[in-house]
């Protein structure tokens, strides 16, 4: 009978194979660890990266919807402003709005994750978007007008005294501009010799409230929602204040200070819109005003820009200087009275700088957003 061969002994064999498996085991869970941290430093990266984007659209989206005018609007071309800020969740920003050319600005702004590891940067073009108003005369009205005394209504392109950077003037429009000019009458002013333009007095029968008083796809409502500065009407000096040193935008009286364009109040041109009637004794302002009723001068004021008025205007005494463009409504067809030593002169400058000065800004409509880094 043959015996089976032997086979070879298998003891010690388990204790390479078990520690195989734990060295096995080990690699896994060792590389289970790494990437798990692997992962953890991605997601914290992730939002940190995150943090700094949203302070860097941050900063972009706070300029350009606090937009100053009075800090941007009057920045030569080229000139910058920087600005910075906290979030709530300790994410910073810092960035700067560069002007482009008259109307196009570029805001660039570095956001920063809440402990500063991380940061980004956007940019957004925004451009200024002037409101419309047409002045088509030095004084435009649908009602009656008087003229007379010292006064002058000068319709040729006048450049503000003191104003630099003006462009070339523009052909002279009309003195007076309104449907019949029957309805002007005089007081020791014969032959309309107060009266100066390119006509002197020109016709339009088309002039009613509502043409004079709509302003592109802005009513004269519309202004009110627009306005920089709203106030209620009464008897006020306006004059420019300052506080600091620095313009005190938050006057209501303060309108600016067009005698002194270098001065802290130089850059102002609030868009001010007036609850009823308001009698001005004094001093100077600029901007666009907008009278929600009467508007009776005296005092020596002088005002530059646009002066539209619901109601009538009245001048005495040494009366008011309007330069820019004025328009009277006159909704309840009551007289107007430029009397005294009264100016109403037409200026394309004050009226183009007024409303520029004083314009909002907005993004463009395409490809405004750009991610820098």
Not at 94 to 101: F, H, K, Q, Y
Not at 106 to 120: P, T
Not at 252 to 263: I, K, M, Y
Not at 286 to 311: N, S, T, W
Request: proline fraction near 5%.
């Amino acid at each position: 009978m043959t015996r089976a061969p032997r086979l070879g002994s298998t003891r010690g064999v388990a204790l390479p194979m078990a520690i195989f498996a734990l060295v096995v085991i080990g690699v896994l869970v060792g590389a289970s660890f790494f990437i798990g941290r692997q992962e953890q430093a991605v997601g914290r990266n992730t939002v940190r990266a995150q943090q700094a984007f949203s302070a860097a659209e941050a900063g972009v989206q706070l300029q350009v919807a606090s937009w100053d005018p009075m800090a941007y609007n009057s920045m030569a071309v080229g000139g910058e402003v920087t600005f910075a800020g906290t979030l709530t969740g300790n994410e910073w920003y810092r960035g700067s709005v560069r002007r482009l050319n008259d109307l196009l600005y570029l805001v660039r702004s570095e956001g920063f994750s809440s402990d500063s590891a991380s940061r980004q940067q956007v940019g957004m073009l925004v451009r200024l978007r002037p409101v419309e108003i047409d002045i088509n005369a030095a004084l435009t009205t649908q009602g009656q007008v008087r003229v007379g005394g010292s006064s002058e209504t000068d319709g040729y392109d006048n450049l503000p005294a003191g104003w630099t950077g003006c462009p070339p003037l523009e052909p002279g429009l009309p003195g007076i501009l309104l449907p019949d000019a029957d309805d002007i009458s005089t007081s020791g002013c014969g032959g309309l010799s107060c009266v100066e333009g390119n006509p002197q007095v020109a016709e339009d029968p088309t002039i009613n409230e509502e043409t004079l008083t709509t302003f592109g796809d802005a009513t004269f409502d519309d202004w009110r929602a627009l306005a920089t500065k709203v106030i209620s009407g009464g008897t006020r000096r306006i004059e420019p204040s300052l506080t600091g040193g620095a313009c005190n935008t938050a006057d209501p009286d303060n309108w600016g200070a067009p005698l002194d364009p270098a001065s802290a109040c130089g850059g102002y041109f609030p868009i001010t819109w007036v609850e009823g009637d308001l009698n001005i004794n004094g001093v100077q302002g600029q901007g666009v005003l907008l009278v929600d009723g009467d508007l009776d001068v005296q005092g020596g004021f002088e005002f530059y820009g646009p002066v539209i008025v619901r109601g009538t205007l009245n001048t005495q005494g040494t009366g008011g200087h309007f330069n820019g463009g004025v328009i009277a409504a006159n909704v309840d067809l009551d007289q107007s009275n430029i009397l005294g030593n009264a100016v109403v002169s037409y200026s394309s400058c004050a009226i183009a700088r007024a409303l520029q000065n004083s314009a909002p800004a907005a993004p463009l409509r395409a490809r405004s957003w750009v991610n820098l880094y």
